[in-house]
């Protein structure tokens, strides 16, 4: 494995300023330890879903559904940085009063939390000939261990950077980026290991799980997303051909339990979308929810939302971990809203299903069979199906276990697959078919949902579907966007909107992130090309 050492293309380090990030000596950066405390620290926002339960559910509770009407921009950072239409899809980390943030083209900043104001900035050289990195020019941000922050890039390499400085401490190649592989992930730092995944599943590529040495970049294991021909699930593949190009990429953020040692990642469609017949079987492990040993990369269960997947229906989704009481005694599970309509609680330990009922109202699938498979009513011959983009996407949901309410953005879409046998080219999409949408019928909903029972408790509907991610606090409120470009405030027991701020740009694949800061909580958004910070005025706190 090829590891270099650069340095950062541009690192400007600020000369005053009384945060980390300064002419004093910084804040050590997290430990492991540190990391397994997640929101001990209110003044921290340490990993992607803020802690490794993948709630992205803050104990904060200064603001209120009482005053959070008189929220006020605090300042707004002017990233300049647009790729095709898409922004921000970056969740900030923040530690030691610094906000460490990754946007499009792999641009990253350090950013002082009380003014917005840039510490240093770091831009790569990215070649010409990108593939998949060209379409999806995002990433969705750090990772953070000590001294060090970690980036996936679109040319599909991992970096380690001096949070300090913005140094590229070193550099390691995932994949060949010229056959369609990419890097769009938030890292997850578990056990002194950097676990990564890969994009690309709309090429002829074959997705995988990755763990990293955090201080060498040396490769630890790999789990690939679809098994050999010997191996647990290689039977659900023809023995030739569609193996090697079976796509299952696994380009969201995954959750961690650290005491059964389990990573909970989902995976991607299988390669070609929309066309399956030369690939007929159940596939796996795409459209997935898989648990992995974190030390060894070794499978534990797996659990696939919709076997042979042929509308790009992947399982790019944040898993949400929870203790709860099911059925009268304590039940630890994981839970998934997927993007064939169906809200999921499995047992985390062992992968199996508790509760399976549609969230959306898809007219695919209702119910699922005693297997924990959708019985399909739609093919789609009978009417609409949800999208490509389905019933909802990558952007991360939140849970409130107090009130035991799941948050997610709702997509309800009418749309038409047209299979048609594809080409294969190295460094080529290669999808298997158009898609026909009626815009007329799409519509979007923030959804609370009883984990207990699949239930809708209440929800808001938005005139056009919404890929804003939520993020929820002690203090009963959920922060969420629309496609309109609102920010917005709900109280989390009835869905009440109390409160909304017009960003300018649509809020797509995002969520907030809040913490204390001089004694005052702050909670931020990126949206578009900016990133806004929030707090009550002075006299309403």
Same mark, same amino acid.
């Given at each position: 494995?090829?590891?270099?050492?650069?340095?950062?293309?541009?690192?400007?380090?600020?000369?005053?300023?009384?945060?980390?990030?300064?002419?004093?000596?910084?804040?050590?950066?997290?430990?492991?330890?540190?990391?397994?405390?997640?929101?001990?620290?209110?003044?921290?926002?340490?990993?992607?879903?803020?802690?490794?339960?993948?709630?992205?559910?803050?104990?904060?509770?200064?603001?209120?559904?009482?005053?959070?009407?008189?929220?006020?921009?605090?300042?707004?950072?002017?990233?300049?940085?647009?790729?095709?239409?898409?922004?921000?899809?970056?969740?900030?980390?923040?530690?030691?009063?610094?906000?460490?943030?990754?946007?499009?083209?792999?641009?990253?900043?350090?950013?002082?939390?009380?003014?917005?104001?840039?510490?240093?900035?770091?831009?790569?050289?990215?070649?010409?000939?990108?593939?998949?990195?060209?379409?999806?020019?995002?990433?969705?941000?750090?990772?953070?261990?000590?001294?060090?922050?970690?980036?996936?890039?679109?040319?599909?390499?991992?970096?380690?950077?001096?949070?300090?400085?913005?140094?590229?401490?070193?550099?390691?190649?995932?994949?060949?980026?010229?056959?369609?592989?990419?890097?769009?992930?938030?890292?997850?730092?578990?056990?002194?290991?950097?676990?990564?995944?890969?994009?690309?599943?709309?090429?002829?590529?074959?997705?995988?799980?990755?763990?990293?040495?955090?201080?060498?970049?040396?490769?630890?294991?790999?789990?690939?997303?679809?098994?050999?021909?010997?191996?647990?699930?290689?039977?659900?593949?023809?023995?030739?051909?569609?193996?090697?190009?079976?796509?299952?990429?696994?380009?969201?953020?995954?959750?961690?339990?650290?005491?059964?040692?389990?990573?909970?990642?989902?995976?991607?469609?299988?390669?070609?979308?929309?066309?399956?017949?030369?690939?007929?079987?159940?596939?796996?492990?795409?459209?997935?929810?898989?648990?992995?040993?974190?030390?060894?990369?070794?499978?534990?269960?797996?659990?696939?939302?919709?076997?042979?997947?042929?509308?790009?229906?992947?399982?790019?989704?944040?898993?949400?971990?929870?203790?709860?009481?099911?059925?009268?005694?304590?039940?630890?599970?994981?839970?998934?809203?997927?993007?064939? !309509?169906? @809200?999921?609680?499995? $047992?985390?330990?062992? #992968? &199996?299903? +508790?509760?399976?009922? /549609?969230?959306?109202?898809?007219? %695919?699938?209702?119910?699922?069979?005693?297997?924990?498979?959708?019985?399909?009513?739609?093919?789609?011959?009978?009417?609409?199906?949800?999208?490509?983009?389905?019933?909802?996407?990558?952007?991360?949901?939140?849970?409130?276990?107090?009130?035991?309410?799941?948050?997610?953005?709702?997509?309800?879409?009418?749309?038409?697959?047209?299979?048609?046998?594809?080409?294969?080219?190295?460094?080529?999409?290669?999808?298997?078919?158009?898609?026909?949408?009626?815009?007329?019928?799409?519509?979007?909903?923030?959804?609370?949902?009883?984990?207990?029972?699949?239930?809708?408790?209440?929800?808001?509907?938005?005139?056009?579907?919404?890929?804003?991610?939520?993020?929820?606090?002690?203090?009963?409120?959920?922060?969420?966007?629309?496609?309109? !470009?609102? @920010?917005?405030?709900? $109280?989390?027991?009835? #869905? &009440?909107? +109390?409160?909304?701020? /017009?960003?300018?740009?649509?809020? %797509?694949?995002?969520?907030?992130?809040?913490?204390?800061?001089?004694?005052?909580?702050?909670?931020?958004?990126?949206?578009?090309?900016?990133?806004?910070?929030?707090?009550?005025?002075?006299?309403?706190?």
């Amino acid at each position: 494995m090829r590891v270099t050492r650069l340095a950062a293309l541009t690192a400007l380090m600020a000369v005053s300023g009384p945060v980390g990030v300064s002419a004093q000596e910084p804040v050590a950066g997290p430990t492991q330890a540190q990391l397994l405390d997640g929101f001990t620290d209110p003044t921290r926002w340490p990993t992607f879903s803020g802690d490794y339960s993948g709630r992205r559910h803050s104990p904060l509770t200064q603001i209120t559904p009482q005053n959070v009407n008189r929220l006020t921009p605090q300042w707004t950072f002017q990233s300049g940085t647009m790729a095709r239409g898409r922004g921000f899809e970056t969740t900030p980390l923040v530690w030691d009063g610094v906000l460490y943030v990754t946007g499009p083209n792999n641009y990253a900043w350090a950013l002082d939390a009380r003014t917005g104001r840039r510490f240093w900035e770091y831009r790569r050289e990215l070649p010409d000939d990108l593939t998949y990195g060209a379409s999806a020019p995002v990433n969705r941000g750090f990772g953070l261990l000590g001294n060090h922050l970690f980036m996936v890039t679109l040319d599909a390499h991992l970096l380690a950077f001096d949070r300090t400085t913005g140094t590229v401490l070193w550099d390691v190649e995932l994949a060949d980026y010229r056959i369609g592989y990419s890097a769009t992930m938030a890292p997850l730092v578990v056990n002194g290991k950097v676990i990564i995944g890969i994009s690309g599943g709309e090429y002829a590529t074959k997705g995988f799980i990755d763990a990293y040495d955090p201080e060498t970049g040396e490769r630890d294991w790999r789990f690939y997303t679809i098994p050999g021909p010997d191996e647990p699930g290689g039977d659900t593949w023809p023995f030739t051909g569609a193996r090697e190009r079976g796509g299952g990429g696994t380009w969201a953020t995954g959750s961690y339990d650290p005491e059964l040692n389990l990573l909970y990642w989902g995976t991607g469609n299988p390669n070609p979308d929309y066309y399956g017949d030369d690939r007929l079987g159940d596939n796996l492990y795409t459209a997935s929810l898989v648990a992995l040993d974190a030390d060894t990369g070794i499978i534990q269960w797996h659990y696939q939302f919709t076997p042979h997947d042929v509308n790009d229906w992947d399982s790019n989704h944040v898993p949400v971990q929870a203790d709860i009481t099911w059925e009268g005694r304590p039940r630890k599970v994981v839970m998934v809203a997927n993007r064939n !309509g169906f @809200f999921y609680v499995l $047992d985390r330990a062992t #992968g &199996e299903l +508790l509760l399976g009922k /549609p969230f959306t109202d898809t007219t %695919w699938a209702r119910e699922l069979d005693d297997n924990g498979r959708p019985i399909v009513l739609n093919d789609g011959s009978k009417g609409c199906l949800p999208d490509y983009w389905g019933g909802t996407n990558f952007m991360p949901p939140s849970f409130d276990p107090a009130r035991g309410l799941f948050f997610v953005s709702a997509r309800e879409t009418c749309a038409t697959f047209i299979p048609q046998e594809p080409d294969f080219e190295p460094g080529r999409p290669s999808s298997g078919g158009t898609v026909w949408v009626d815009r007329d019928k799409a519509y979007g909903a923030l959804r609370a949902i009883d984990v207990t029972t699949g239930e809708r408790r209440w929800e808001f509907r938005y005139p056009t579907p919404s890929m804003a991610g939520t993020m929820s606090t002690a203090s009963g409120l959920v922060f969420t966007g629309d496609n309109e !470009g609102n @920010f917005m405030a709900f $109280d989390a027991e009835s #869905g &009440e909107n +109390l409160w909304h701020y /017009p960003t300018g740009w649509s809020i %797509w694949g995002t969520a907030a992130i809040t913490h204390m800061l001089d004694g005052k909580q702050h909670v931020l958004i990126p949206s578009g090309t900016n990133l806004t910070s929030f707090a009550l005025s002075d006299d309403t706190r």
